[in-house]
């Protein structure tokens, strides 16, 4: 093999795994390959685009300690978690609170919604403070092990954690339950082509 060839070859292959280690843009939004909740490093399991209609509202990325495919998956994994939103539109943060509301209950048994409602109106809270949601606006949900959901809005921590990991599940299964929002949204986001 000759010693250009080699080289060629060896340029070509760095090329490839830098490029496959590098972030991703979507709708013009960088989603980046790593993140780091609570001193843990975090690999990207996968990210996707939010349609209403034809309209993209925001590019949403999940972080794990190791790959998952399902909300189970999700939820058993060890370490933090942690899903991004990062608007690409701007919406008014009231009627999206109550699209998340009522993602918890398309994907929660009703026997189960009591529980929930106490951590639910502190998140519809979230939202009321936040009156609106502008393009480049991230919302963040990190679970953090012994701690709880932390939700962070516009680089603000919301409030004392969310503790009950049974709340966490029902926030998650809005994305990853039975009854998505999206299923485009939620394959991208669990890896699954």
């Given at each position: 093999?000759?010693?250009?060839?080699?080289?060629?070859?060896?340029?070509?292959?760095?090329?490839?795994?830098?490029?496959?280690?590098?972030?991703?843009?979507?709708?013009?939004?960088?989603?980046?390959?790593?993140?780091?909740?609570?001193?843990?490093?975090?690999?990207?399991?996968?990210?996707?685009?939010?349609?209403?209609?034809?309209?993209?509202?925001?590019?949403?990325?999940?972080?794990?300690?190791?790959?998952?495919?399902?909300?189970?998956?999700?939820?058993?994994?060890?370490?933090?978690?942690?899903?991004?939103?990062?608007?690409?539109?701007?919406?008014?943060?009231?009627?999206?609170?109550?699209?998340?509301?009522?993602?918890?209950?398309?994907?929660?048994?009703?026997?189960?919604?009591?529980?929930?409602?106490?951590?639910?109106?502190?998140?519809?809270?979230?939202?009321?403070?936040?009156?609106?949601?502008?393009?480049?606006?991230?919302?963040?949900?990190d679970w953090?092990?012994g701690s709880?959901?932390?939700?962070?809005?516009?680089?603000?921590?919301?409030?004392?954690?969310?503790?009950?990991?049974?709340?966490?599940?029902?926030?998650?299964?809005?994305?990853?339950?039975?009854?998505?929002?999206?299923?485009?949204?939620?394959?991208?986001?669990?890896?699954?082509?």
């Amino acid at each position: 093999m000759s010693y250009f060839f080699r080289m060629f070859a060896l340029a070509t292959g760095l090329g490839m795994a830098t490029a496959a280690l590098a972030a991703v843009e979507l709708a013009g939004v960088k989603v980046e390959d790593t993140a780091t909740v609570a001193g843990t490093k975090l690999q990207l399991n996968g990210a996707g685009i939010r349609y209403k209609g034809p309209f993209k509202v925001y590019v949403g990325d999940l972080y794990t300690t190791q790959k998952v495919r399902s909300l189970d998956e999700l939820i058993a994994a060890p370490g933090p978690k942690r899903l991004t939103m990062t608007f690409v539109r701007e919406i008014e943060a009231g009627p999206f609170g109550k699209l998340l509301t009522r993602g918890v209950e398309d994907n929660v048994p009703k026997s189960e919604m009591s529980k929930l409602v106490p951590g639910m109106i502190r998140m519809g809270d979230i939202f009321t403070v936040n009156k609106v949601l502008n393009p480049g606006d991230v919302i963040t949900l990190d679970w953090v092990p012994g701690s709880g959901m932390v939700v962070t809005a516009k680089g603000k921590v919301q409030g004392e954690p969310f503790k009950e990991p049974e709340f966490f599940k029902a926030i998650m299964s809005i994305w990853f339950g039975q009854n998505p929002a999206d299923w485009k949204l939620k394959d991208a986001m669990l890896g699954v082509k």
